[in-house]
């Protein structure tokens, strides 16, 4: 859909005019053909572009546009790119459609397609000159996710739609410029030889067509698609876990929160299944993990307790780690946070997972913890799509840079954020799957676009001449994060093992909301963040389950 509506805006704009289906007769494209790609592209890819992906192959009726030839099918449509033919050998069928943006013509802007729209990708879009470039971006969600306050929508403290910010918002050129685009679609493969990317769009139950596969040429490409909830292979964990990377993870987990609360209240629920269904665990002992025990302690002393009177004393948190909580905040700070949260209910247990059941959970030593909510915060690894890359890897998996962010086996390629690692001969590394590490990278990253176009060197293949300037150099700011009850932690060290400033209790907390509330990205949503805060403080939180 939201192809259809950057189409139907741009035509408008071109003052072209889209054909109406005649009669039955003229019929969606309901296939693809077998495509041949050079090796660089991933076998994942290859196979996602198959002819048996749908059996049955219509002809379409075809529309052209403009001066420029756009020839698009029904569902598709490009305002400046001639949607490429694709010949099959079979007899039966006498042409065959894959819609396409193509590649850019001389004169015209270079096209910059960014994968992702994360903290990193949303920081590059936001700065880059779209006088020197158009830009694509593709990414199954059209927003940005504040994450460090997305713990706090769980339990009704802050709206969902304050932490997410519309990427159209955050860059409105892929809402006005007519060679611009936003596609709500994942990425399913990259052929770099072709500079190309394959992409396939993001399905709905109350969509009436399957999933629809295109491809969209590019000049230069920033891949920024982020990582997966890392669950080191244990069993059953993203069959019965909650994680909180999301805006609709956050709804789940509020909805199951809620639901259990109110079911134990129903008469027949027995004490045996009342304590399981008012248990939650927590699984990961970081920042994530920590800010949303002290979130859930916190609505249990100030909100159950009074709305939920029959089963308060029956609620309980337990957070479970291998190690020690928040492993890279100071020692006096970890110690701190152990002694608060124990303080405020939550149970802290040191162990390893070694099963997940639907109903209970099975530690290395044997025991077994029920539970009625699971909240699994374990860090992220590379995804499913990043393993799939045919380029150089990283430590750990992620996409290998250099020190300028650019993918070294590959011309035109840049990847940052948290799908992308320094390769091991740079001799720095790899940075930690942190929010500021992504921004700053980001925001390298524009002003290295930014001087490549000024000389000319945005279109493919041109830039090899040209300087990149000083290397990317990371400096860390410190880490904050809330343990509830209007206290959080504030560790000011540039790295675990220097010195510097630490502080913990009500003046880190004023600390920790003044500086989100200033980093949130538009003043719309500092606006909702800040009237959130203010009718939790007066009112509570709301308790409603809607859904």
């Given at each position: 859909m939201a192809l259809v509506r950057a189409a139907r805006s741009s035509l408008r704009r071109?003052?072209?005019?889209?054909?109406?289906?005649?009669?039955?007769?003229?019929?969606?494209?309901?296939?693809?053909?077998?495509?041949?790609?050079?090796?660089?592209?991933?076998?994942?890819?290859?196979?996602?572009?198959?002819?048996?992906?749908?059996?049955s192959i219509q002809r379409i009726n075809e529309i052209s546009l403009g001066k420029r030839g756009v020839k698009f099918t029904p569902q598709y449509q490009f305002s400046h790119a001639q949607a490429q033919v694709v010949e099959d050998s079979d007899s039966e069928h006498e042409s065959l459609k894959c819609p396409s943006l193509e590649a850019t013509k001389p004169g015209e802007k270079p096209r910059v397609v960014v994968l992702g729209s994360g903290w990193a990708a949303c920081r590059f879009l936001k700065g880059i000159d779209t006088k020197l470039y158009d830009l694509v971006c593709i990414s199954p969600r059209n927003h940005m996710v504040f994450t460090p306050l997305l713990a706090s929508t769980c339990v009704g403290t802050l709206e969902f739609r304050s932490v997410a910010e519309p990427v159209s918002q955050i860059q409105k050129a892929l809402a006005k410029d007519p060679n611009s685009y936003f596609f709500l679609a994942s990425c399913s493969g990259v052929d770099t030889d072709k500079h190309e990317v394959y992409c396939e769009t993001v399905g709905d139950e109350g969509v009436p067509h399957e999933p629809y596969r295109f491809k969209v040429a590019y000049d230069k490409l920033v891949i920024a698609s982020g990582a997966d909830p890392l669950t080191f292979g244990i069993k059953g964990v993203r069959e019965n876990a909650f994680f909180l990377r999301e805006v609709y993870h956050a709804q789940e987990i509020r909805k199951k929160l809620l639901l259990n609360l109110m079911l134990s209240e129903n008469p027949g629920i027995s004490e045996e299944e009342k304590e399981r269904l008012l248990h939650c665990v927590v699984v990961g002992g970081g920042p994530t993990g920590v800010e949303f025990s002290g979130e859930l302690s916190d609505f249990i002393m100030r909100d159950v307790r009074q709305r939920y009177a029959h089963v308060k004393n029956y609620i309980r948190v337990t957070l479970i780690e291998a190690n020690e909580i928040l492993s890279s905040f100071d020692v006096g700070l970890r110690q701190y946070a152990t002694k608060h949260l124990t303080k405020v209910g939550v149970r802290l247990v040191r162990g390893v997972v070694k099963e997940v059941h639907p109903h209970k959970i099975v530690l290395s030593d044997g025991s077994d913890v029920p539970y009625g909510l699971l909240v699994w915060s374990t860090g992220v690894g590379p995804s499913e799509f990043v393993r799939s890359l045919n380029v150089p890897k990283s430590p750990g998996g992620r996409v290998g840079v250099d020190e300028w962010l650019r993918v070294p086996s590959v011309e035109d390629v840049f990847a940052l954020g948290d799908c992308a690692g320094f390769l091991e001969h740079t001799g720095k590394p790899v940075l930690p799957a942190l929010a500021q590490v992504a921004e700053r990278q980001g925001k390298y990253l524009v002003g290295l676009f930014n001087n490549i176009g000024k000389q000319n060197g945005g279109k493919a293949l041109a830039a090899k001449e040209i300087s990149l300037g000083d290397p990317f150099v990371y400096k860390h700011l410190g880490s904050m994060a809330s343990v509830g009850r209007y206290k959080a932690l504030v560790d000011l060290r540039q790295s675990k093992d220097e010195k510097g400033i630490s502080l913990a209790g009500f003046v880190s907390w004023f600390i920790w909301r003044s500086a989100y509330l200033t980093r949130v990205i538009s003043w719309r949503n500092r606006i909702y963040v800040a009237m959130n805060w203010a009718t939790t403080l007066v009112f509570g939180r709301d308790n409603t389950r809607i859904g």
């Open positions: 071109s003052g072209g005019a889209v054909g109406i289906y005649a009669s039955e007769r003229n019929k969606f494209c309901e296939g693809i053909s077998s495509l041949s790609h050079p090796a660089s592209i991933s076998e994942n890819a290859v196979a996602g572009f198959n002819s048996s992906y749908i059996p």
